[in-house]
């Protein structure tokens, strides 16, 4: 039997091209999965999906990689990727949680959420640098991919602007250590104000700098978090031990990442430090 000829997308076919490809193979409902805050040392860890339609309704304009943005183009980008797309969902991961299951656990458990949320179901999934197992349809771990896919792309914007809307919100509950400047990532102000103040409850405390500052590096995450305030209204509070869902739009969730069975991290230790981002 003869194997099916190769389909070759070259990077500089433009961010359109695998999907078109993808679609030409028969797989109409192409999704991209992406997150936002792997190498923060606070907030929560957001991860997003999206189907973009084939043809010219599905061309953002201005779609790029997130990180190449600035944040007034991804927000005109995320109006445009919400008002165009088919499907899209987010989902939100606390930090307690990223600190009891641990990041890579919870990266892929949130990115298998949003693509499960989706109301259109996706044919084919391409997923920003690793695979996602359990999905049920076939798929390819892109490296770069929200350089080299649309959806990837369009899902990266999904996730790191509705992270910076919630950080900018914590900013107002926890202005000493600037989080609506540095989005919780390891900078040297952030660094700073976590030695002056301390960390916050919103501070996860299974990254070594978190632990250090904490004055009680020693001992299990749990054990150094503090008690969580009351908590603030916001357009995302859901509850975070029922994977409950909060529709924002017609064709769009977001919800809470939670109720996978802890697994074993491959990547990720207790006080591992992570590497801090530009995002």
């Known amino acids: 039997m003869l194997a099916p000829p190769r389909t070759v997308v070259r990077r500089e ?7 078109q490809a993808l679609q030409r193979r028969g797989f109409e409902h192409v999704a991209g999965a992406d997150e936002a805050g792997r190498g923060a040392c606070a907030g929560p860890l957001v991860a997003a999906a999206a189907i973009l339609p084939a043809g010219k309704r ?3 304009p ?3 990689d997130s990180k190449l943005l600035t944040a007034a183009a991804r927000e005109r980008v995320y109006a445009e990727v919400v008002d165009r797309a088919l499907a899209w969902s987010v989902m939100i991961v606390p930090p307690a949680e990223v600190d009891a299951r641990g990041l890579h656990v919870c990266n892929l458990a949130a990115m298998r959420r949003a693509l499960a949320s989706l109301t259109v179901r996706p044919e084919y999934v391409l997923t920003d640098g690793f695979p996602v197992d359990g999905l049920g349809v076939p798929g390819l771990a892109v490296w770069k991919g929200d350089r080299v896919a649309a959806c990837v792309a369009a899902a ?7 992270r910076d809307r919630l950080m900018v919100e914590l900013h107002d509950q926890f202005p000493e250590y600037g989080f609506a400047v540095h989005k919780g990532y390891i900078t040297d102000e952030h660094s700073a104000a976590l030695l002056r103040h301390g960390p916050c409850v919103e501070h996860r405390f299974s990254y070594v700098n978190v632990a250090a500052a904490s004055g009680r590096g020693n001992v299990p995450p749990r054990a150094r978090r503090p ?9 995302f509070d859901v509850s975070v031990t029922e994977p409950l869902l909060l529709p924002v739009a017609a064709e769009g969730t977001v919800g809470v990442a939670s109720g996978e069975q802890p697994q074993p991290s491959p990547s990720v230790g207790e006080d591992e430090a992570m590497e801090g981002e530009t995002r």
Do not use: D, F, N, Q
């Open 227 to 235: 008690a969580a305030p009351a908590p603030v209204p916001s357009l």
């Open 58 to 60: 599905g061309e953002v």
């Open 62 to 64: 201005g779609l790029a």
């Open 13 to 19: 076919a433009g961010l359109y091209a695998l999907e």
């Open 156 to 162: 990266s914007v999904l996730a790191k602007v509705t």
